[in-house]
C-alpha cells in the first residue's frame, strides 16, 4: 500500500496514478462534515490570481478537487472506491486500519502471494545478515 495526499501530491505520485501502469486501485476517503471549514476572504491586490475561489471554504475547495481528481482518474480507467465518513474519529480510525489490513491480505491471494509467509522477507534479511557478519550467515 502506498498513499498519497491530494491535492499536494497530484504532481507526482498523482501522475502514476492517472498515467502508469494498472497495477493499483485507488481509495479515496472523503469526510463529510469536518471539523473545521474555512472560508477564503479577497484579496485586494489579488497577486495570486485566486480571488475566483473567494468566498468559498476549503472544505468546498478540496471536494472540487476530489471530484475533479475523481471524474479524471475513472476517465483514464483507474479502478477506485470511494469511503465516506461523516466525521473522523476513533472508531472510523479503526475501520480503516482493519479494511486496509484485510484487503492488503486479500490482495496478496488474489495476486498469488501469500501474505502471511515471509520467504521474501528471510531472502534479504540472510544478505543482510551475511554483509553484517553474522556468524552462520
Do not use: W
Not at 40 to 46: G, H, S, T
Request: aromatic share 14%; charged share 20%.
Amino acid at each position: 500500500p502506498a498513499s498519497a495526499v491530494y491535492s499536494t501530491d497530484l504532481h507526482s505520485l498523482g501522475q502514476y496514478v492517472q498515467d502508469g501502469q494498472r497495477k493499483l486501485f485507488e481509495t479515496v476517503i472523503n469526510i463529510v462534515n469536518p471539523e473545521k471549514n474555512i472560508v477564503l476572504n479577497r484579496d485586494n491586490n489579488n497577486y495570486d490570481g485566486l480571488n475566483f475561489i473567494a468566498g468559498k471554504s476549503l472544505d468546498y475547495i478540496a471536494k472540487k478537487a476530489m471530484e475533479g481528481t475523481i471524474q479524471a482518474h475513472v476517465e483514464g480507467d483507474v479502478p477506485n472506491i470511494i469511503i465516506n465518513f461523516n466525521k473522523i474519529d476513533q472508531y472510523d480510525i479503526g475501520f480503516l486500519f482493519y479494511f486496509f489490513m484485510f484487503a492488503c491480505g486479500i490482495s496478496g491471494y488474489l495476486l498469488g502471494v501469500n501474505p502471511f509467509n515471509q520467504e521474501g522477507v528471510e531472502a534479504y534479511k540472510k544478505k543482510m545478515f551475511e554483509l553484517l557478519g553474522k556468524p552462520g550467515y
